[in-house]
């Protein structure tokens, strides 16, 4: 049996860093083009309110001192000692420049050995990466840029209102590797308008443009959103537990085996949530897909074989 059958976040991180480390979200008050006007007024069908940040504290405290009570906390909890700050809800390069060279210089810490910073493709822009990398090299932090993909199937991406199509993500992409960043796509491996194809050419695109990292999300569904009105009205159903795990066994097959996941499945609140992982914790989803990669021997890269020209051998 392998030990690891796919490329685990925290042992990446040990393996970079030494030590165990620990990401801290920090929430600001942002928003996305897709909710103040510009492209759209109500956000992805799938956004609620609060969007990503549940478990944030609130965006009205300034940034040192969200990192420093949440820091402080898992300091003495854990014994920790290095930090990942990580602007996590809404689209935190959706805002003045100025501003945003003021929050990330806030969050510079000699205890904080990297940045994260959650974003739509669309809203990747070189004045901000230029000044990322001014960052990377003034402070010795490391840059991630997490992008929020969902889908690589146009059609979908229309349907859910993402307000971007593949090529924003494609270009992207190639603006950001043009920096020493990281970059982490977000993806929803059951959204009710992908098929198992759309998932592994999912897999196969995130492989092909050298992305580093991925994290899959189960989609939730949020009371008092779009997709959770449709939901009510049953416009569309949810796949079972079982082919959620099989799409993620098979993504995973398919993926490029250097990329580390930092997830295989998310997590929601419980209030305000019609449907959440199918009642299931998400630890014990994981335990599923752990199960059936032993079973049948299954690894991530297993079938990576197909760019370079390997696709015609």
Known sequence: MLENRYRIYSQHLKDKYGEKVYKIPIQLSVTCPN??????????IFCGEKGAGFENL????????????????????????????????????????????????DACRDDVVEIAISTRPDCIKDEYLSFLDEIKREKNINITIELGLQSVNYKTLEKI?????????????????????????????NLPWDTLEDIIEGAKILSSLRVDQVKLHSLYIVENSVMGNMYKNNEFEIIPLDEYVDRVVIFLEYLNPNMVLQRLVG?????????????TSWWKIKDYIDEKMDREDSYQGKKFNYLGGKGLE
């Open 267 to 279: 997590r929601a609140p419980k209030e305000e949530t019609l449907f959440c992982n199918w009642n």
């Open 35 to 44: 909710r103040d006007g510009l492209l759209g007024s109500r956000g992805c």
């Open 161 to 189: 209102e993402r307000g971007h199509t593949l090529a924003e993500f494609i270009d992207a992409m190639w603006m950001i590797k043009r920096y020493d960043f990281q970059v982490c796509v977000h993806m929803i491996l």
């Open 58 to 105: 609130e965006s009205s405290i300034p940034v040192k001192d969200q990192l420093k009570q949440n820091i402080e906390y898992i300091s003495k909890k854990y014994k920790a000692k290095k930090f990942i700050a990580y602007f996590q809800n809404f689209t935190n390069t959706y805002m003045p420049l100025d501003e945003f060279k003021k929050y990330i210089r």
